[in-house]
């Protein structure tokens, strides 16, 4: 039993100094991540991962490439870069109605963890600048609006370790976007917020 309970201890400590090592100071992530927002936070599908769908009448594409890159500055404490690439398309069977929006957004983000054995529990803070273009064509009718926009997200996840440089995320949190136009007739402005549940896949690097 002795025997049983050091082989126990010595494998928790390895799997903690792995994770140590993982999220050492000056160890690189990149990763990727979907987001789903509940009680009406604005752009659940402009942060999904992508789907086509159509029916008889409309067809829809939604394709998003959301990359992010960090670097730890200290042990468990990363910081960098998310971006959003996204276009989404919605028109007629016909091509008499065509409605197309797409955004370029890129902002700072902040990522604590504390590693125990087989889990990582960590908090986040992240901020997301970007523009957005809305087109809108029916029949000879045409117009198009541009935003500026502002995401602000705040919750806490847990990462999975799936190998020795990965990690499976599962975040909620709260999530606060603000949209803004101005054209020549009057200013428009949109708020949502509401509670976010994010999943994606993280790597990490070790610098040589």
Known sequence: MKKLCLLITAICLLSFSTAQAQLGKGTIMTGAA???SLGGAWGSELMSLGFISSNDDYKETLLNILPRGGYFVMDNLVVGLDVILSLYT??????????????????PFTRYYYPLPTIYPFGEFSMIFGSELDKYKSGSYEDEDKWNVLMVELGGGVAKPIGDRATLDVMA???????????AVEDGKETCSGLIIKAGFTIYFGLL
């Open 173 to 183: 949190g709260y999530s606060r976007v603000v949209r803004k136009y101005t054209d």
């Open 34 to 36: 979907s987001t789903i």
């Open 90 to 107: 919605e028109k007629s069977s016909d091509a008499d109605y065509k409605w197309t929006q797409s955004m370029l957004g890129v902002g």
